[in-house]
């Protein structure tokens, strides 16, 4: 095979790995929300440790595209594509690290009793994440301009339902005693997945940066 | 909370950059050669900008080195070359009976592939032009060579010998010396077809650095196969593919996010 043939096989198993990458960190976001809504507090450690390979593999992928930049001195959509792998990787990174501060935070939930009329609301919430989260990477995968610029609306869903959600328990720690340790809790696991939302719009900025160089701003 | 519209139009290119403010040294309109039957150079045109450094990049075959010895007429010397079109330098036009083209020369310098010193002294070398050009004054000769083998980064290392023969110096040296020469009669424009393909990485940098300082003084194009060169020290780049020029911009633009596909493609090692 040609140098130009090994160069475009290097950066399809890169765009692979990220999305491995993306995979991983999806998998992990929906395990952390099914342990809080089958109450399995077990799982949560499980989580935790996992993240350790999310981490592994976004270096992987950095010291991957940084040999290719080093050694094939790309230009134009070459190197967007290489800069695009490192961005993402390092959005999907963060993403998964705020999955295991949900897990973390839901591990301290497990001590108080939950407050179970917001739960719907919270895991609502998540199943838009979660959307997104599945929507961005197929985005990615097909490099398609038109889907990432839809997950600015679905950003906006999320962004909604998060403030509602934050109103609804400022309401209850106006009425209720006792409970600030667990609305504490649950607006950080809402912040989260807010957080969430908002890399994955990050990502579908990026898709459109690979396709015709220019920065869009979604949020 | 934002609305859920979404734009499907992706935002536009970025305007080049207004040039309205710099002065065009040459300004190439519907060029047109021929080498016998075959068609060399097709409709070109290309403005070219003081004090800046304008890359010609393109696979080989493509006309650039054409082009180039086109601006200084020295094309005509190969035998069945036929133009049509206008070349303007200096908003006069070079193929006008009128225009001398000695005097074109005189402005216009060239420095080549590989480095051609004549077999004389460094110091005759740099005199060469300006003895031609009547100036007899040892003194005054003495101050353009210093200041020409300076202009080109090479005094230091040739000061201490410069009665010797100029074959002596290394590839690199020769080069920055021929660029020297070219100087010492003082022109606008330096024209330069591949300076640095001969010459190792250290003379190559160099060279593009002595470029980068020249662009202060002069207007330079440059011919160069070395992508990452033209993407190093030009301001504009014009690519060109079998004659035509497919796209000229900023290089940050061509190097980044070109027009057209076949500028992507080549850049980016897909042919050529």
């Not at chain 1, 692979?16 to 809504?37: C, K, P, W, Y």
């Not at chain 1, 839901?106 to 895991?123: C, D, S």
Request: glycine residues 4%.
């Amino acid at each position: 095979m040609n140098v130009r043939g090994h160069f475009v096989n290097d950066l399809a198993e890169l765009k692979g790995e990220v999305l491995e990458l993306g995979g991983m960190v999806e998998q992990a976001f929906t395990e952390t929300i099914e342990a809080i809504r089958k109450k399995e507090y077990s799982k949560f450690d499980d989580i935790i440790i996992q993240d350790s390979k999310v981490n592994s593999l976004e270096l992987e992928i950095n010291e991957k595209a940084t040999l290719m930049i080093a050694k094939q001195q790309p230009v134009a959509s070459d190197l967007r594509k290489l800069i695009v792998s490192l961005k993402v990787s390092s959005d999907l990174e963060r993403m998964g690290d705020l999955s295991v501060d949900m897990a973390k935070a839901a591990q301290r939930l497990t001590e108080k009793e939950n407050l179970i009329q917001f739960e719907e609301e919270l895991l609502l919430m998540a199943s838009k994440a979660h959307v997104m989260i599945k929507a961005v990477l197929i985005a990615f995968r097909d490099t398609n301009t038109l889907e990432a610029q839809k997950i600015a609306g679905m950003d906006d869903e999320v962004d909604h339902a998060y403030a509602k959600f934050v109103q609804s328990l400022f309401e209850v720690v106006a009425v209720e005693t006792g409970v600030t340790e667990q609305v504490m809790q649950m607006a950080f696991i809402a912040r989260y997945i807010e957080r969430i939302a908002d890399y994955c719009t990050n990502i579908a900025e990026w898709i459109i940066y690979e396709v015709n160089g220019q920065r869009f701003d979604l949020n | 909370m934002s609305s859920l519209s979404i734009s499907t139009e992706l935002p536009l290119k970025k305007e080049t950059t207004e040039q309205v403010n710099k002065t065009v040294v040459y300004d190439t309109k519907n060029l047109n050669l021929w080498y016998g039957n075959n068609h060399a150079l097709k409709n070109i045109n290309l403005p070219m900008y003081k004090n800046e450094v304008t890359a010609i990049i393109g696979p080989s075959g493509c006309g650039k080195s054409t082009y180039i010895k086109t601006l200084n007429r020295m094309v005509e010397l190969v035998q069945n070359v036929r133009i049509s079109g206008e070349i303007l330098y200096r908003e006069k036009n070079i193929f006008d009976k009128e225009f001398r083209v000695e005097e074109l020369r005189t402005r216009v310098g060239m420095v080549f592939q590989k480095p051609n010193p004549f077999p004389k002294t460094i110091f005759d070398n740099i005199a060469y032009g300006p003895r031609i050009h009547g100036i007899k004054d040892k003194k005054i000769l003495k101050e353009i060579v210093e200041k020409s083998l300076r202009g080109a980064a090479i005094w230091e290392e040739v000061k201490d010998r410069l009665h010797e023969n100029a074959y002596g110096l290394s590839g690199g040296q020769q080069q920055r010396l021929c660029i020297a020469r070219c100087l010492a009669v003082e022109p606008d424009v330096i024209l330069m077809d591949e300076p640095t393909s001969a010459l190792d990485p250290k003379s190559t940098l160099k060279v593009e650095e002595l470029i980068q300082e020249l662009k202060e003084n002069y207007s330079i194009i440059i011919v160069t196969h070395n992508m990452q060169q033209a993407a190093r020290i030009s301001d504009k780049t014009a690519f060109f593919l079998n004659g035509e020029v497919i796209e000229y911009d900023d290089t940050d633009i061509i190097f980044s996010t070109p027009s057209d596909k076949r500028t992507e493609d080549y850049i980016t090692g897909r042919f050529g």
